[in-house]
């Protein structure tokens, strides 16, 4: 099972940048994806995360009204939109997946233990 990260960059503030996160494998449950971050310095925060079947989101207070999460369910892949970026966005991006099959309840998925799936992280520098 693996789960790819990709689509990090160096832009300036107030820009765009979309992640990607591809899944595969076949213990890899279409259940939720969540979006990581950590910052140097800094412990890993909830972004964001996606419940597979009925494409219900949740965000963290600090990216709310700016990022947006989206699923392609026939490539299994999960978008991260990221607008209005600032500097504070600056970070590691990682995304995670499960290979439990229920849906996580809602107040669970920003929680990294309801998580046991880890791709390798991308990088986004966003300068002032």
């Known amino acids: 099972v693996q789960l790819q990260a990709s689509g990090g960059g160096l832009v300036q503030a107030g820009g765009s940048l979309r992640l990607s996160c591809a899944a595969s494998?076949?213990?890899?449950?279409?259940?939720?994806i969540g979006w990581f971050r950590q910052a140097p310095g800094k412990e890993r925060e909830f972004v964001g995360a996606i419940r597979w079947s009925g494409g219900n989101s949740k965000y963290a207070d600090s990216v709310k009204g700016r990022f947006t999460i989206s699923r392609d369910r026939v490539n299994n892949i999960v978008y991260l939109q990221m607008n209005g970026l600032e500097p504070e966005d600056t970070a590691v991006y990682y995304c995670a997946g499960r290979t439990r099959a229920e849906i996580p309840i809602w107040s669970m998925l920003g929680e990294e233990r309801t998580y046991d799936l880890w791709g390798q992280g991308t990088q986004v520098t966003v300068s002032s």
């Open positions: 494998g076949s213990t890899f449950s279409r259940s939720a």
